[in-house]
């Protein structure tokens, strides 16, 4: 198999702002938080970090910046994709470069590349770096979908360490699975399938909901791991309404909100996202209160 970047549960952190600007500060209290409640991975600039709203310049100074604030301690992980391969290949290169033990590069997006299109995006981003990289397909998102014979192939490259499936289809993604066992790994992209894609093989889970709650994020895949089924199976169970409560708006509005309400950080948002909807913010507290966290009111 291909060399795998982590096991377990990997947060897809969230990039806070204070006046329009990084918050460093907020930045630095998230990865403590998410390192002190029992993560193996932090993804940073991904789809829930806004990357697109990212410059180069801020790119750099949080990759930087997290690199030396993680010091090791759970494996780091940047997002890297683009929709111009060029783009592509010289952030994962500056990525590399500046520390991260693996990339997160995410389909070409708007300009709907086809099949072939995909498997040469991953061949020339992954000639070009020597870490390990992650697929990811949310052809939500992007208007693109990996299909399974498609993964198969990209699964063939040297430094694939797998794919971070949001497709939303199980029957799919069960393919994909079948497809690429034993060559390269699968992970969850979607929290609200985390326990079925262990259960079919998933290495782990990339996570939007363990921004607000990581431990119990965290241990639904340790608790898989170590054959308690069961009570993976309550625990998910028990975060599913705050999982929804992710998904009321587009991500990350809705965990940025939550993150500003449970105090590590800032709701806001860069446009063209807007904050979170007030009804949705009244909702919002219910479910963190009836979780069990702490409202900084």
Do not use: H, W
């Not at 889970?205 to 898989?224: H, Q, R, T, W």
């Amino acid at each position: 198999m291909n060399k795998i970047i982590f096991k377990g549960t990997c947060t897809a952190a969230i990039t806070p702002f204070l006046d329009g600007e990084v918050d460093f500060e907020a930045l630095g209290k998230q990865i403590e938080f998410q390192i002190a409640n029992g993560i193996e991975a932090l993804c940073v600039l991904g789809t829930t970090g806004e990357a697109p709203t990212i410059t180069d310049s801020e790119y750099e100074a949080i990759a930087k910046f997290s690199f030396e604030k993680i010091a090791g301690r759970v494996k780091f992980i940047l997002g890297s994709g683009s929709n111009c391969t060029k783009k592509a290949i010289e952030k994962s290169q500056l990525a590399q470069k500046i520390g991260a033990d693996g990339l997160l590069v995410v389909t070409p997006y708007y300009n709907k590349c086809t099949q072939k299109g995909l498997v040469k995006y991953y061949n020339d981003v992954c000639s070009n770096v020597d870490i390990p990289v992650l697929c990811y397909n949310v052809p939500a998102r992007t208007g693109v979908n990996i299909l399974p014979e498609t993964m198969e192939e990209i699964a063939e490259i040297k430094n694939i360490g797998g794919i971070k499936e949001a497709c939303g289809n199980m029957e799919q993604i069960c393919e994909t699975a079948r497809r690429i066992r034993g060559k390269t790994a699968l992970y969850s992209g979607d929290d609200n399938l985390n326990l079925a894609m262990l259960s079919i093989g998933s290495m782990g889970l990339i996570s939007v909901a363990s921004n607000i709650a990581p431990k119990e994020v965290g241990d639904v895949a340790k608790l898989y791991f170590a054959g308690r089924n069961q009570e993976a199976t309550e625990l998910q169970e028990r975060l599913l309404p705050l999982i929804d409560a992710m998904f009321t708006e587009v991500n990350p509005i809705p965990v940025k909100k939550a993150s500003e309400l449970i105090g590590l950080g800032s709701g806001y948002v860069r446009a063209p996202l807007t904050e979170l909807d007030e009804k949705y913010v009244v909702q919002m507290k219910k479910i963190l209160k009836e979780f069990g966290l702490k409202i900084k009111e």
